[in-house]
């Protein structure tokens, strides 16, 4: 069935690092793409989407291009801070299906 | 905020005792869903509504039951709960469904059944 695989954490970064968080999907069709960020304490929260093949999703400095011909839809941000530490879970969803699949979540951790 | 209210947010329970939890939303939105939250398996889709008293089931709807009288509130019943099922469960809602539709999460309920 349809699923996504991301990298395996924790992660931890030092402020003002590169981030890259690995995800990679299987699915029969072409699904939208997503990233939720999870801050401690607090339910899951959208922070960028992408609904076609080369569209890039972005927001708060993250972005995430959905890239068809590695079914790969990797996160990325330039320089990150504190606040970023959370967890970050890669989804996916097909057209007119209510069962939204997401990866097994991966621990940012950035240390000042 | 999404306006969606989970209770209770934390339950210790013993195997074999029927719980209810209960998600409302004040968004009326017409999808609602419960997932649970499990290390190693990030989020897993139990069960989801798509109107008043219109439900289906997830990837893993086993052991639960769900109930949706009023577009505000969707019901999760552990009949008969087992420590397998010792989660944090997660309500989420949405205006639309499938690839467009952005899910909007309340902040958990953590079970423990032991």
């Known amino acids: 069935g349809d699923s996504v695989t991301q990298m395996e954490g924790p992660v931890t970064l030092s402020e003002e690092a590169f981030l890259t968080i690995n995800c990679t999907y299987t699915?029969?069709?072409?699904?939208?793409l997503f990233w939720y960020v999870q801050y401690p304490g607090e339910g899951l929260q959208l922070l960028l989407k992408?609904?076609?093949?080369?569209d890039k999703g972005s927001n708060k400095g993250f972005e995430a291009t959905y890239r068809k011909e590695t079914t790969s839809f990797h996160l990325e941000k330039g320089s990150v801070q504190v606040s970023d530490s959370a967890v970050y879970f890669c989804?996916?969803?097909?057209?007119?299906?209510?069962?939204?699949?997401f990866g097994a979540g991966t621990r940012l951790t950035v240390k000042p | 905020d999404a306006g969606i209210t989970q209770s209770p947010r934390h339950k210790v329970t013993e195997t074999g005792t029927p719980v209810t939890l209960r998600c409302h939303q004040t968004e009326n939105h017409r999808y609602m869903y419960w997932y649970r939250q499990d290390p190693g398996h990030g989020l897993r889709l139990i069960h989801y509504?798509?109107?008043?008293?219109?439900?289906d089931k997830g990837e893993v709807s086993d052991g639960y039951s769900v109930s949706r009288s009023k577009t505000e509130d969707f019901l999760l019943t552990l009949e008969s709960a087992t420590s397998s099922q010792t989660s944090v469960y997660f309500c989420a809602i949405s205006y639309r469904t499938g690839n467009t539709g952005e899910l909007f999460f309340g902040e958990g309920s953590r079970l423990t059944v032991l």
């Open positions: 509504s798509y109107g008043v008293k219109d439900t």
């Open positions: 989804a996916l969803t097909m057209y007119n299906n209510n069962d939204m699949r």
């Open positions: 992408a609904t076609k093949a080369d």
């Open positions: 699915a029969t069709g072409y699904p939208s």
